[in-house]
Structure formats: C-alpha cells, structure tokens
C-alpha cells in the first residue's frame, strides 16, 4: 500500500509568479485535502476535493485554486505569489466519510518566496 | 468559531521524565479530538482518536486522555526518538471532513 506522494520537496519561487504542488493520494482514498503550515504553526486547511469538484474552503483567497483528476490524485496552484505564501504544503489523503483518523499526510513541498 | 489551544509551545525533558502536554478546545458538539506527531520536515502521523469525555487511549509510552474542555497526550518515560511537535485536531463544524489543528508542542527529550 503506497502512502501520499507530494512533489516537489522543496521549491522557490518569486514573488508574482505561479507555482502548481501535486499530490498522489493514498491508493482506495477518493478524498483530498491540502493544508497550509507556516513555520511555528499549525497546519491550516486550505480546500477538500471530492470525485473532481470542490468539497469546502478554508479562508483562503481565489488565487489558491486547486483540481482533482480521476485517478484522485490532485494539484494545489497558487497565483501572484506573496512573501506570506512561504510555508509548507500538506496534502492529506482519505477515504470517503471519514474525518482525522483516516487522514494519510504525505511530507509537504516547502515553498520559499523571495 | 472552532478553536484549539495547546500548551506549553515548547518542552524540554531529561530521558525519563515524565509530563504532560495540554490541548483546550471550544467547539459546539465534538465529533473526536485528533493527536498527530509532526516530525521536521515531515507531514503529521495520526495517533489517536478520542470522541467522549471519559475516554482514553494508549499507544507505547503515550497516553491521550479527553475532558469535556481539553485533552491531554501524556508521555512516561520518555526518550529521544519521542522528540517531535505534537498537534491536536477537532474536526470543523461544516458539512466536509477536515480539520482544524492547533499550534502544536514542540517536545525535545534529552538523552
């Protein structure tokens, strides 16, 4: 049984630009979640994606986008990247229905914005 | 609003000493109180699951307790490779499954 597979690990980036993270879910979890942990905190929720479509929203603005492909693997874009974008990116994999105990974390893409 | 506090931010043990780290929450309805282990540069791993007041769950030298206002993630005896953040989690009040985390405690053990 794979777990959650993020890439990249580490990525920079300049301020403005667009960076898209991805993410392999779990093999039989159909649900993905992407969180935000800046350094010294913890992991904020970002989005949920189910069976393709939007699932619910953290307080993040428009330009954090995402999408969820058949296969249940997804991508987290973020566009006009800001200095407060730095942080690592979580991806969380589970089975449908389920709430913390079935998420799988997979290890994070640490951005840096410069 | 879903709020989870933990205490202390930072602890610092000798090998063998045992403590206790605090998780307070203020959510309408529980629906299960999360513990992860976060090690540096890694994704958080799943503990525990605790859903009523009472409840208690054990897993080698960690012990998650559960009140009707707080958790506590007790460690005996603990040694150098249980150093890591530990965050707790309760699931947000929406019609998705997600969660809201708190800041964590980073806990260094000593040898």
């Known amino acids: 049984e794979t777990g959650v597979t993020q890439s990249p690990t580490h990525l920079i980036k300049t301020r403005g630009q667009q960076v898209t993270l991805r993410c392999s879910s779990q093999s039989g979890h159909n649900t993905v979640s992407w969180y935000q942990q800046a350094l010294g905190q913890g992991p904020q929720f970002i989005f949920q994606y189910y069976r393709e479509e939007e699932n619910g929203r953290g307080n993040f603005p428009p330009r954090f986008s995402g999408l969820q492909f058949p296969n249940y693997s997804s991508e987290l874009n973020v566009n006009a990247l800001e200095l407060d974008d730095s942080a690592l990116y979580l991806c969380?994999?589970?089975?449908?229905?389920?709430?913390?105990?079935?998420?799988?974390f997979g290890s994070g893409t640490r951005l840096t914005v410069v | 609003e879903d709020q989870v506090t933990q205490s202390p931010e930072a602890l610092r043990l000798q090998e063998g000493e045992s403590s206790s780290l605090n998780c307070s929450y203020t959510v309408s309805g529980l629906r299960g109180l999360f513990w992860y282990r976060q090690d540096p540069g890694k994704g958080p791993e799943f503990l525990f699951t605790l859903y009523s007041a009472g409840e208690e769950k054990e897993k080698e030298r960690l012990k998650a307790t559960l009140t009707k206002k707080e958790s506590f993630l007790h460690i005996t005896a603990p040694k150098p490779e249980d150093s890591a953040t530990y965050l707790c989690a309760v699931p947000l009040n929406s019609g998705y499954s997600t969660l809201t985390f708190g800041k964590g405690t980073m806990l260094l053990v000593s040898p």
């Open positions: 969380a994999s589970s089975p449908t229905g389920s709430e913390g105990y079935g998420y799988t």
